[in-house]
């Protein structure tokens, strides 16, 4: 439990001093609501009249793992506007990531925010890659406490390469930084890219892409 406060104090910290993408509030706070019958402002989502807010408006636990049991190995918990309502406006939430041996949170973007990462357990291969046209890969291995960011918008991963289970958590300068996982949004659209296209995109043979496909 020490070390979750000390992670997250830090996180605090940093992000106190980013300048966020999201709206500067014109309120102490703005909790918000699904409906507008107690609203009284719009600022990005209605919000709930600021004399019927209460704690749990501002509270959400992450001490309970997340279950890594699936084919990446690892399980994001998610922290943003949608389970602390009392973040809108306020340009920051975060993340719990744990990591099964050798699990990976595979390629993918935040479009709304930059991410500060501190590994609290384990032993992390973590990396982004720059813009075009140079295409660089900024990578390191972060060991417990040690702590990496990613820039706004940029591709970026990490890879447990421990034999034991790994933990990471991550500040963002956005109350709903939002998520793009490369492989699932190239092959697992809805409706699916035409598989001839995205054959000629990666340089693949186009039946490998429609099999790709069938695993999103």
Do not use: W
């Not at 019958?37 to 919000?47: L, R």
């Amino acid at each position: 439990m020490k070390s979750f406060v000390q992670a997250f104090v830090l996180l605090a910290l940093a992000s106190s001093f980013a300048s966020a993408f999201d709206p500067s509030p014109l309120q102490d706070f703005c909790v918000a609501i699904d409906e507008p019958k107690n609203a009284v402002f719009v600022n990005g989502k209605f919000c709930k009249d600021p004399k019927l807010a209460k704690a749990e408006d501002f509270s959400f636990s992450v001490l309970r793992p997340g279950d890594t049991n699936n084919p990446v190995g690892s399980n994001v918990t998610t922290v943003n506007v949608d389970q602390i309502p009392g973040l809108n406006t306020l340009g920051i939430s975060a993340v719990r990531i744990d990591y099964a041996p050798y699990g990976q949170n595979p390629p993918h973007t935040h479009p709304r925010a930059t991410e500060i990462l501190v590994v609290l357990e384990g032993t992390l291969l973590v990396g982004f890659v720059t813009s075009n046209p140079n295409n660089t890969l900024i990578s390191k291995v972060l060991h417990k406490g040690d702590i990496f960011v990613f820039p706004i918008g940029l591709i970026h991963f990490q890879f447990n390469i421990g034999k034991t289970n790994a933990l990471a958590f991550a500040g963002l300068s956005s109350q709903n930084p939002g998520v793009i996982t490369i492989a699932n949004a190239v092959f697992g659209s809805n409706p699916p890219i035409n598989p001839d296209f995205l054959a000629r995109a990666f340089m693949l043979d186009v039946n490998v892409v429609k099999n790709l496909q069938k695993k999103f």
